[in-house]
């Protein structure tokens, strides 16, 4: 597969692994609402950031939904959008790495982008997410009318590009309107009203050529062959399949015009319709740029954002990607608009923001979304308010330049951490155990901070040893030292590994 080639693309390459795990360090003051709910809003660099959730998160995020400096050479009041291209470009690619392994097989990424970089990104995602796992180039147009100012053409439309994590992503569908006035027809058997469709295919590659497998008779119900012969008297084809004919008989409908047989399906109207999401997203279903300014004017209209996006927007993205529950992340949070429509929509969320904003803009919004405020989707989803967040801002590295673990890290941190190490799967509760679990076969422990009981617990001694919960294969054994020889760690199947200079701070 073709690359990009930019400067410094090498260092680009290497800094997701160079970057250093850090500690999140939770500010009670700042979070809200329910202190036991998961949901999480975290100031600081989203690269450390996300490096930081990859022992807790790695493989478990839904979807990922983002909104980056555009790069397009003006400058925004709330972050630096100036950025030289190659520059953009390695800001972006070790980010997109990352992403990548916090998202579920399952999961799915989309990345609203306009002209300035958009192509460019996409070359660069191919490489990340492998170019069989594009999904789509969805258009969403912006603006509510053209520019009349532009001095070539009026941008009315971003573009938001769209990657699945592997072939596990299912989309979701849209709600559908359905006007009730063109369903005029019930059907007794099953007490439903329909409309008529023709079963001869319209529009493009709608003759026989097209599709020759298509071109049948089917049985009228005077024992007539009918054949899908156009208006004009070109030979056309049917929309379904043969075998579907009489799979699906009582949709049939047949109908003498001027002599002639037509063959029509029975469309239902539907209690909740809907249909498979499109690409061209516009602004009467989605929102548009205006809309989202005056959104977050209602929680800081002294110092508006200058790059919202609207409410609607992001809750069709979460309709297609998520369900209730999922986990929900935006690692450029912005104005907060991914994490307050993720909240609203029953979704666990995680939100990150570099900038001063993520206390002035972001808390003080989501605070009111607990509260139940009334604006954007508050009404479609019948949202009253509950739940909370809790905000965290990057400490400390796990390990110094030296390799030595910071002094202030427990136990149920480093366990997280040596697990992720070991496995690439994050460890979601470390319990009073030094036995963290077994992957594949291989159980791993972890002495650390007298997890036995006494600092003594922290050698591998042979008493140590017998305490130790029992698993009759592999083991991995982290431990300060150990007494124990070589010859009886192979009979006792273990592998030590040595803290803190087998531990992994990068």
């Known amino acids: 597969m073709p690359t990009l080639e930019w400067a410094n693309r090498e260092a680009a390459v290497r800094a997701a692994t160079r970057a250093p795990f850090r500690l999140l360090e939770h500010d009670v003051a700042l979070s809200a609402g329910d202190p036991d709910n998961e949901n999480m809003l975290i100031q600081g660099d989203n690269l450390e950031a996300v490096k930081a959730l990859m022992p807790y998160f790695a493989g478990r995020v839904k979807c990922i939904a983002i909104d980056p400096p555009y790069n397009t050479r003006s400058a925004f009041d709330h972050y630096d959008d100036n950025l030289e291209h190659s520059t953009w470009l390695s800001m972006m690619y070790p980010r997109l790495e990352l992403m990548r392994d916090l998202l579920a097989e399952e999961g799915s990424i989309w990345v609203c982008i306009d002209d300035n970089e958009a192509h460019y990104l996409k070359v660069i995602m191919d490489q990340v997410f492998g170019r069989k796992n594009f999904v789509a180039n969805v258009v969403w147009q912006k603006v509510y009318s053209e520019r009349m100012d532009a001095t ?69 119900p005077d024992g007539t062959d009918v054949y899908p012969i156009k208006p004009d008297g070109v030979e056309g084809r049917w929309r379904w399949k043969q075998e579907n004919v009489s799979k699906n008989a009582s949709l049939l409908v047949f109908v003498k015009v001027q002599g002639k047989w037509e063959i029509y399906v029975k469309q239902y109207l539907e209690d909740n319709p809907s249909r498979p999401p499109s690409t061209l997203w516009q602004q009467e279903e989605v929102g548009h740029n205006h809309e989202a300014k005056l959104e977050v004017r209602a929680f800081n209209n002294a110092d508006v954002f200058g790059t919202p996006k609207p409410e609607r927007l992001l809750q069709r993205i979460l309709t297609i990607a998520t369900t209730p529950g999922d986990i929900v992340c935006d690692p450029f949070l912005g104005s907060g608009t991914t994490a307050a429509v993720a909240h609203k929509m029953g979704r666990r969320w995680i939100g990150i923001e570099m900038g001063e904003h993520a206390v002035t803009h972001c808390a003080p919004r989501l605070q009111k979304v607990i509260e139940g405020e009334q604006g954007g989707i508050s009404e479609a989803v019948k949202w009253k308010g509950g739940s909370g967040f809790r905000f965290y801002r990057l400490g400390p590295a796990i390990t110094d330049d030296a390799g030595r673990i910071n002094p202030t890290i427990r136990f149920p941190t480093l366990a997280a951490h040596v697990w992720f190490s070991e496995t690439h799967t994050p460890l979601t509760k470390a319990g009073k155990s030094p036995l963290l679990g077994v992957h594949k076969g291989t159980a791993v422990y972890l002495l650390y901070n007298g997890i036995l009981g006494d600092k003594k617990s922290n050698a591998l001694t042979g008493r140590v040893l017998r305490a130790l919960p029992r698993h009759d294969g592999p083991r991995v054994i982290f431990s300060e030292c150990t007494s124990l020889g070589d010859d009886l760690l192979r009979r006792e199947n273990i592998i030590f590994k040595h803290i803190p200079y087998d531990i992994k701070g990068r």
Do not use: T
């Open 152 to 220: 070539a053409f009026s941008a009315d439309h971003d573009h938001i590009l769209v990657y699945r994590k592997s072939e596990q992503f299912s989309p979701g569908k849209v709600f559908r309107e359905q006007n009730k006035k063109q369903f005029g027809y019930l059907d007794e058997a099953v007490n439903k009203y329909y409309r008529r469709r023709s079963l001869r295919k319209e529009g493009s590659e709608s003759r026989r050529e097209d599709r020759p497998s298509m071109w049948y008779a089917i049985k009228a």
